[in-house]
C-alpha cells in the first residue's frame, strides 16, 4: 500500500500494534500442557477485543484466528485441540488482521520453556536475518537485492532458505503487491522497494528443506526434505532511510 495521507498512516500504525501486541501476549500466554487452539482464542479474544478481523478467517476461510506451526510445520498450521504443547517445542505464531480497512501482518518463531532439541540457534538466525534485512531496505532498492542478503546470511549460519514463501506488500488487503519478497534472489526481478509503501518482510529460514509442501489438510505446510523451519516477520513502512517497523509492539527481537 501507498501512503499517501495521514490518516493512511494512522491506520496502519493502530492495526499494526494490534497484531503487534496480539502475538507478543500469545507467545506468553503459551505454556505446555496447551493446546494450539486455546492459544488460537486467547489470539482471537484479544483481536477481537481491539475490534479486530482476523485476516486469515475472513480472507481465506481459515479454520483458525491465527496460524500456529509446530516442530516440523512450516507455515499455516492449523489450531487444534488435539495438538497439546510439550516443553522444547518449536512454535510459530502468525497473526493478521484487518481494522478500519487497514491489514498488517507479523509472526515469530520461539521455544517453548527449555531448549532441549537445540533450536535456538535457528530461531536466533531467523531473528538476526530479519533484522538485517529491514535494516537495508530503503525507497529505491532492490527487492532482489534483499533475497540475496537473506539467503546469503542463511548459508553463513549454515541454513537455507524456503523458496517459494515470500514476504509481501500489505495495507489495504493482506498480499498486496509486490508479491515477491523471496528469501533469495531472482536477478530477473527488477522491481524496487518504494518510499512510503506497507510491505511484510518475512525470513524462512530452513535445516533441510528449500520447498514447503502442502499436507492433505489443505492448509498446513511442510518442508520437501524434512527438518525444521523458522519465520520472523515485521509490517514497515519504507522510507528513504531506516524503514519505520510498524509492528515493532510484538517484541520478536527482545
Known sequence: MSIT??????????????VG???????????????????????????KRYGAK????????????SCISVNEEAAHGIPSDKKILKEGDLINID???ELNGFWSDNGGSFILGRDIHNHQPLVNASKNILRKAISNIKGG?????????????AKKSGYKVITNLAGHGVGRSLHEAPDNILNYRVKSNRTRFKKNTTVAIETFISTHSTVAVELNDGWTLVGNKGGYVTQHEHTILVTDNRPVILTASNDIWN
Do not use: N
Not at 7 to 16: A, P
Not at 32 to 43: H, I, P, R, W
Not at 141 to 153: A, D, M, P, R
Open 54 to 65: 482476523s485476516a486469515p478467517y475472513e480472507t481465506y476461510g481459515f479454520p483458525g484466528y
Open 5 to 18: 495521507q495521514e490518516s493512511e498512516l494512522i491506520g496502519m500504525q493502530k492495526i499494526s500494534e494490534v
Open 21 to 47: 501486541t496480539t502475538l507478543k501476549l500469545m507467545r506468553e500466554y503459551a505454556e505446555v500442557g496447551m493446546s494450539t487452539k486455546e492459544l488460537d482464542e486467547f489470539g482471537g479474544f484479544i483481536l
Open 95 to 97: 497473526v493478521s488482521a
Open 141 to 153: 532498492v532492490k527487492i532482489s537485492e534483499i533475497g540475496y542478503l537473506i539467503e546469503t546470511e
